[in-house]
């Protein structure tokens, strides 16, 4: 592929047994989004293979990010898989780098574009198997490995994937960022619980100093209290250090802009091709345009006064048992719903740096159950170690999910007109209960990709009002920009004491349908959506469902896995259409 200047120093062509150098490629798009090339000054035949290649197949820029992030050292070409043996076998290439062969098959014009269906590949490498690949699946490949962002962030075990060095330069990639437009730009920055988190911060912190920036430390604060303040304080970014549910040895770093939102992976990508170039400290700032670090002490009330502020009733009466998972809202949630007057029987509200998310919080519910009965409370309120979702426990220790929560305060702003359009947004794993039941009231759905990104923009497209995901992470517009953990629990606790029936009864407005969830281990999962037979027998069973159930089949995003899930009344037809849709992806994809 094509090969970024600012990435890489030079592309070696191994040809046979002798190493040829070239001048660096950039990369080109036109009008059409197609990758071309310039600036590629060929030596000897090797060029016109290489040449072929990338302009028959790769986006470069992909292609050099990921070779260079997860192997790299050095990049080489090598034309042929004989004389790639050889060079390896010689020691041209390294032991992090990675060797792609390239052999054009009944092709003879140098810089002629290759067919992709005239090329193989091979990878050679003392550290990965050999691998052969057509172009398409080797793009699809290396574009995922690329990436530096995920889907929340960049994500990792701390000290050893998300290490210093990368959260530092995470930090100076920001500030360089978002410093185009002021001198100085100015960035807050929260953590959840975690022992890593005060490592990361000062290390992002120094690097966003290190562009000029200065680094606002708000301490430990939740998710959605980040987003809030990014914006109220007049932030130019806002920066939280956490994984999120994930276990305490995990940590990660995600950016909102300066209205509070996640930023999208155009933006996301442009910080990380500054991360992937080298710092130029010829160019650094210094002297006293190096930035500054400032820590905030009272920044929390802002967003504890803006919570209160969207309660509609007073809570006094209510018993709470909460669940703050030894996260970023172990402080503050129980300040919280004291000061709306309920009674709070804090738990895991006692962070050591290691217990975040242990046997707590919104995925481990079992712990809250047993309290809610025991202590005889009307309720219980889980979060996840940065706050950002919500799942509840009503008054019989039953476990109430996100799809439920959504439901009893999407028609509670019905009832209050406060529902845009009567709708409400939600994803594609959805229980068809949810649908039914606002249908039943009156109300409309909508779904989406699964994700709390395209929940959230959906809602922003069409201005509406309420929308989130099983999991608990539920966005309410007129309040928040992401999911917020206490205050969907504020939003559902005064739901409650406004109707005057205990959750249980607000609950079973909704009935659950069954759902069976099946993961097939297959050799390829790419392509399955082209298969005839998959598809027929998925609309076979969705035709028999109808309104009354569901059938989604995807491609796990990190394994070879085809996931299904069969929704519907009754759990042992589930069974048996999961099964029988199983056996079709098996036979199809062996």
Same mark, same amino acid.
Do not use: W
């Given at each position: 592929g094509c090969l970024h200047s600012s990435l890489v120093d030079r592309v070696e062509l191994v040809s046979g047994e002798e190493v040829q150098t070239v001048d660096v490629v950039r990369i080109v798009r036109d009008e059409e989004g197609v990758s071309s090339l310039k600036g590629l000054y060929p030596c000897g035949e090797g060029a016109g293979y290489a040449g072929g290649i990338m302009s028959a197949a790769l986006d470069g820029y992909h292609v050099a990010r990921a070779i260079m992030e997860r192997f790299a050292q050095s990049i080489r070409l090598p034309l042929g898989g004989a004389g790639a043996r050889r060079a390896t076998e010689r020691?041209?290439?390294?032991?992090?780098?990675?060797?792609?062969?390239?052999?054009p098959l009944r092709h003879r014009y140098a810089m002629t574009p290759l067919p992709k269906e005239r090329l193989s590949f091979c990878f050679f490498s003392s550290t990965i198997p050999n691998?052969?690949?057509?172009?398409?699946?080797?793009?699809?490949?290396?574009?995922k490995m690329a990436r530096l962002f995920g889907t929340d962030g960049v994500?990792?075990?701390?000290?050893?994937?998300?290490?210093?060095?990368?959260?530092?330069?995470?930090?100076y990639a920001a500030a360089k960022y978002f410093g185009r437009e002021v001198s100085c730009p100015k960035i807050i920055i929260g953590r959840d619980t975690r022992r890593s988190g005060q490592m990361l911060e000062s290390a992002l912190a120094a690097g966003i100093c290190s562009a000029g920036g200065n680094a606002h430390l708000l301490g430990v604060m939740p998710t959605p209290a980040v987003s809030f303040l990014t914006s109220e304080v007049k932030a130019n970014a806002g920066v939280v250090i956490s994984a999120s549910h994930n276990p305490f040895e995990d940590n990660g770093i995600k950016f909102f802009s300066q209205t509070g939102h996640k930023l999208p992976d155009a933006v996301e990508d442009e910080i990380a091709a500054i991360v992937a170039a080298p710092i130029d400290y010829t160019q650094a700032?210094?002297?006293? +345009?190096?930035?500054?670090?400032?820590?905030?002490?009272? /920044?929390? !009330?802002?967003?504890?006064?803006?919570?209160?502020?969207?309660?509609?009733a007073k809570l006094n009466g209510l018993k709470i048992v909460m669940d703050c998972s030894n996260g970023?809202? +172990?402080?503050?949630?129980?300040?919280?719903?004291?000061? /709306?007057? !309920?009674e709070v029987v804090a738990i895991f509200n006692e962070p050591n740096g290691i217990n975040i998310n242990n046997g707590c919080g919104s995925t481990h519910l079992e712990a809250l159950q047993k309290k809610v009965v025991e202590v005889g409370a009307h309720v219980g309120i889980a979060n996840d170690g940065d706050a950002d979702r919500c799942l509840a426990v009503d008054e019989n220790g039953e476990a109430m999910d996100g799809d439920q929560i959504m439901l009893i305060c999407a028609l509670e702003l019905m009832k209050r007109n406060k529902l845009h359009d009567n709708m409400l947004v939600t994803t594609v794993m959805s229980n068809v209960g949810l649908h039914q039941a606002m249908k039943a009231h009156g109300g409309k759905t909508v779904k989406t990709a699964v994700g709390d990104r395209y929940v959230l923009e959906e809602m922003l497209k069409h201005n509406y009002s309420i929308g989130g995901e099983q999991s608990g992470h539920i966005i309410f517009s007129e309040f928040a920009k992401t999911g917020d953990g206490i205050l969907t629990a504020v939003q559902l606790l005064c739901a409650m004491v406004r109707n005057n029936k205990p959750l249980s009864e607000m609950g079973a407005v909704m009935t659950k349908f069954p759902q069976i969830l099946l993961n097939v281990r297959v050799k390829n999962k790419n392509g399955w959506e082209e298969k005839a037979a998959i598809q027929e027998v998925i609309k076979k069973y969705q035709d028999e469902l109808g309104e009354n159930g569901q059938i989604l089949v995807r491609a796990s995003g990190t394994e070879p896995l085809i996931r299904i899930m069969a929704e519907g009344p009754k759990q042992e037809r589930l069974e048996q259409i999961a099964n029988a849709i199983a056996d079709v992806v098996t036979k199809e994809l062996a």
């Open positions: 020691g041209f290439c390294s032991m992090h780098s990675i060797m792609l062969c390239i052999t691998l052969h690949i057509n172009a398409l699946t080797l793009g699809r490949l290396l574009q994500r990792g075990v701390a000290n050893v994937e998300l290490t210093p060095e990368l959260a530092f330069k995470l930090g700032v210094s002297g006293s +345009s190096v930035g500054q670090i400032i820590h905030e002490k009272d /920044l929390s !009330a802002l967003y504890i006064k803006h919570i209160l502020s969207t309660a509609y970023a809202n +172990s402080e503050i949630a129980p300040v919280i719903l004291r000061s /709306l007057g !309920a």
